[in-house]
């Protein structure tokens, strides 16, 4: 863009960025694009109601990096994180409206969802940014709620799922594979030395299904859960793409699920276990090249 003209904004956690997330951000995008503004968006950190509600606070299904990696593949140009406290709860809804979003972003265009309201004890609705849009200049479009088998798709939805092992359904909720991402940790080495060396990953939190083997997206597959063929009961997120020979430490990376392979097992030595392996790495084969 030669000229800033102004911003097209959509607000939210957004996570999961689910089916519903992405009609929000498609509408907000599809603004920018019409009356040449700045496709952008709004989120917080960390969730509102780990702060709000500690308690009772759920996992969040998704860490802010891997959000900011889905948003930017969609095609958002810029996203504003605001660190969310509970200072930040206080903060009146007109404040919020003109000195940021007005002022800060030159709001053009807000993009909300069905349930959104904002400021201090939820008091910035649908109605009163209309209201407020004629006053100062803003378009206001509200995005209804996507449901799918009559149910709103909603990200605690999709993190029940997920837990439970139901990845396919989360998956259709989500619009596209359940994935982790995290930094690429150093492990022990265990895995090199049986000949199928391993990507460790710390996944920040992120919801992560339940233990097991899986295969994965690219022909891999990758354990979750505790060691217990060698005595080892912490979990840990360890992925093998056969083929793959350079270093991965230190990156950060997506892994995309295709299908639970079979539970952890205890097995009697190495070669029982390095057979396990070798059969996994067949079967992700297969199902990769059926897909």
Same mark, same amino acid.
């Given at each position: 863009?030669s000229?800033f003209?102004g911003?097209?904004?959509a607000?939210?956690?957004?996570?999961?960025?689910?089916?519903?997330? /992405? #009609?929000i951000?498609? +509408?907000?995008?599809? !603004?920018?694009a019409?009356?040449g *503004?700045w496709?952008? &968006?709004?989120?917080?950190d960390?969730?509102p109601?780990?702060v709000?509600?500690p308690?009772?606070?759920?996992?969040?299904l998704?860490?802010l990096?891997?959000?900011?990696?889905?948003?930017?593949a969609l095609?958002?140009?810029?996203?504003?994180?605001?660190?969310?406290t509970?200072?930040?709860?206080?903060v009146?809804?007109?404040?919020?409206?003109?000195d940021?979003?007005i002022k800060?972003l030159?709001?053009?265009?807000?993009?909300?969802?069905?349930d959104?309201?904002f400021?201090?004890?939820?008091?910035?609705?649908a109605?009163?940014?209309?209201?407020r849009?004629?006053?100062?200049?803003f378009?206001l479009?509200?995005?209804?709620?996507v449901?799918?088998?009559?149910?709103i798709?909603?990200?605690t939805?999709? /993190? #029940?799922?997920?837990l +439970?092992g139901?990845? !396919?359904a989360a998956?259709?909720? *989500?619009g596209?594979p &359940?994935s982790i991402y995290g930094?690429?940790?150093?492990?022990k080495?265990r895995?090199?030395?049986?000949g199928?060396p391993?990507?460790n990953l710390n996944?920040?939190?992120e919801?992560?299904p339940?233990?097991?083997?899986y295969?994965i997206k690219?022909?891999?597959?990758?354990?979750?859960?505790?060691?217990?063929t060698?005595g080892?009961?912490?979990p840990?997120?360890?992925?093998?793409?056969?083929g793959?020979k350079?270093?991965?430490?230190?990156r950060?990376?997506?892994?995309?699920f295709?299908r639970?392979?079979?539970?952890i097992?205890?097995?009697?030595?190495k070669?029982?276990?390095?057979e396990?392996?070798?059969?996994?790495?067949?079967?992700s084969?297969?199902?990769?090249?059926g897909?």
């Open positions: 863009m000229t003209k911003s097209s904004v607000i939210g956690i957004f996570d999961g960025v689910h089916l519903g997330h /992405r #009609r951000l498609g +509408r907000m995008l599809a !603004e920018a019409r009356h *503004l496709p952008t &968006v709004v989120t917080f960390p969730h109601a780990q709000l509600h308690p009772s606070r759920p996992p969040v998704m860490s990096a891997h959000r900011l990696r889905l948003f930017a095609g958002v140009k810029k996203t504003v994180v605001i660190r969310f509970k200072k930040f709860s206080q009146p809804r007109e404040r919020f409206l003109e940021f979003l800060k030159r709001m053009r265009s807000l993009t909300i969802g069905h959104f309201c400021g201090y004890k939820g008091r910035g609705t109605r009163y940014l209309r209201a849009g004629r006053e100062l200049g378009r479009s509200q995005v209804s709620a449901r799918q088998r009559g149910r798709i909603s990200s939805s999709i /993190r #029940r799922l997920i +439970r139901q990845l !396919e998956g259709r909720m *989500l596209r &359940v930094d690429v940790v150093r492990g080495g895995g090199r030395r049986l199928f391993t990507t996944p920040h939190h919801t992560i339940p233990s097991g083997v295969a690219g022909g891999g597959v990758v354990h979750i859960g505790p060691r217990p060698f080892e009961k912490d840990s997120i360890e992925a093998h793409f056969p793959f350079g270093s991965l430490y230190g950060e990376v997506e892994l995309e295709v639970r392979l079979r539970g097992r205890k097995f009697r030595n070669k029982q276990l390095i396990a392996i070798q059969n996994d790495i067949i079967t084969s297969q199902i990769e090249e897909e």
